[in-house]
């Protein structure tokens, strides 16, 4: 067997591995808006008007010249002329003038000369006998009973966002917000940056296809299909080549095939320190300046891989389907990101959770240990350990979240409170 002669910690190998990866120029598509979630965008988006596009009311109430209420109370009111309704989705037929109110609903909008919006619950209407001469309509006294200050209840011209604005930069991802965002701009079509093609090789004499029956001795392809569905939903294309025995000349073949064809690759098994191991020998084979890392303080995932080989990267994953899983959240993501050309890394999201049980580890190295979440009868998280060794998927099915250990503990006790990144 061959030895680790040196582990990089996780940090040091993912910064290894980003300062050699060449930043490549990014090939960009145009597609609907609606359908652009998740994408990220590859050019900044202008407003190309103000947004709102008009004054806007709040609330549902009058639109009021805001001096015309100063110093109104329930004792001592004030008293406006209403000269009749906005109605929605037209522009108002009227000009407030001092002493004057008119009725307006919620996104209503201000009519000329208002400044503000008394609320209706502040407000009493009475009614006058007859009608207006102009507009038949029938006439009313409004009670203010609460003063508004300018700009009370209302949302100015421009306020959300002012023409030529940059609303977005290139380089974020695109949420649910941004989408309405741009639909409230009529920005129906973006530029959105074209998804890494991701080659996956599963490697391996044992390893059959899922659609297989098994001999002895034989396990179904796991990796190629949980890590192709890992890429996706990190922003990248999966591009599966299959099973290739353990044969070295078979292995650099498809190997240099999946990177000419890919924007990098990942290679799952072969990555131990079994005299079998290909993986190291296939890789630089690839081009330079080849491997950077082999071997990192991590567990699960020690025997992991990272290269870059003629400007792409290339990543040696462990076999085991959870430490692979594991692994690939922690380095392929990241590559997936920085080919997108995305200035903000996804948020990992987490919560914090009291340990059922103690949990131990070494010290030096750092430990993913995947955790179930439940809730106790006062709506805190805790953290039981799923126990199981990384060749068990199940053990990882049964979790909804992953607790690290850092490398300075030498584990966790019960009843201490953890981060636990969701998955």
């Known amino acids: 067997m061959t ?57 549902d109430g009058y639109a009021v010249q805001a001096r015309d209420t100063f110093g109104a109370s329930e004792s001592l009111p004030a ?29 209503g909008m201000l009519p000329e000369g208002a400044n503000a919006v008394v609320m209706l619950e502040n407000t009493q209407r009475i009614d006058i006998p007859g009608q207006d001469s102009k507009t038949n309509a029938k006439q009313a006294e409004i009670t203010i009973m609460r003063p508004v200050a300018e700009g009370e209840n209302i949302i100015r011209l421009g306020e959300d966002v002012s023409a030529d604005q940059v609303v977005l930069a290139a380089g974020i991802r695109i949420r649910p917000a941004e989408i309405g965002g741009l639909m409230a701009l009529g920005i129906i079509v973006l530029r959105v940056a074209n998804k890494p093609r991701i080659g996956i090789i599963s490697s391996g ?6 659609e297989g029956k098994t001999c002895p001795g034989q396990v179904r392809d796991i990796n190629s299909y ?27 073949a498809e190997s240099a095939k999946a990177l000419e064809e890919c924007d990098a690759l990942i290679i799952t098994a072969g990555s131990s320190t079994s005299a079998r191991d290909l993986t190291v020998e296939a890789i630089a084979s690839l081009g330079s300046p080849g491997v950077l890392v082999h ?21 040696g994953l462990p076999g085991n389907p959870v430490s692979a899983l594991v692994v690939a959240r922690r380095f392929v993501i990241p590559i997936i990101e920085k080919l997108l050309g995305l200035k903000v890394a996804r948020l990992r999201t987490s919560v914090q959770a009291r340990l ?9 190295r750092e430990d993913w240990v995947a955790v179930k979440l439940v809730q106790n009868g006062e709506g805190f998280y ?5 126990f199981g060794k990384s060749n068990l998927i199940f053990s990882l099915v049964a979790a909804n979240g992953l607790m690290r250990i850092p490398p300075d503990a030498n584990g966790v006790s019960a009843g201490e409170m953890v981060e636990v990144e969701l998955m």
């Open 3 to 59: 030895e680790f002669l040196q582990l990089s910690t996780p940090t040091e190998a993912l910064g290894v591995l980003l300062e050699t990866l060449p930043c490549r120029a990014i090939s960009i598509e145009t597609i609907d808006t609606v359908h652009s979630l998740g994408r990220a965008l590859a050019m900044d988006i202008k407003a190309p008007h103000p947004l709102p596009e008009f004054s806007r009311s709040t609330v």
């Open 79 to 107: 008293y406006l002329n209403n000269i009749g309704e906005v109605l929605m989705g037209k522009p108002p037929p009227l000009r407030l003038n001092s002493g004057n109110c008119s009725l307006i609903n919620t996104g």
């Open 356 to 364: 059922m049980v103690n949990v131990s580890s070494q010290a030096g």
């Open 382 to 386: 805790q953290a039981k350990p799923v």
């Open 205 to 210: 004499d044992e390893v059959i296809p899922p």
């Open 226 to 252: 949980s890590l192709a569905a890992l890429i996706e939903e990190a922003g990248g294309e999966p591009v599966c080549y299959g099973i290739v025995p353990d044969r070295l000349e078979e292995l650099k």
């Open 295 to 315: 071997g990192v303080n991590l567990r699960p995932g020690k025997p992991t891989i990272l290269a870059v080989c003629n400007g792409k990267a290339v990543i």
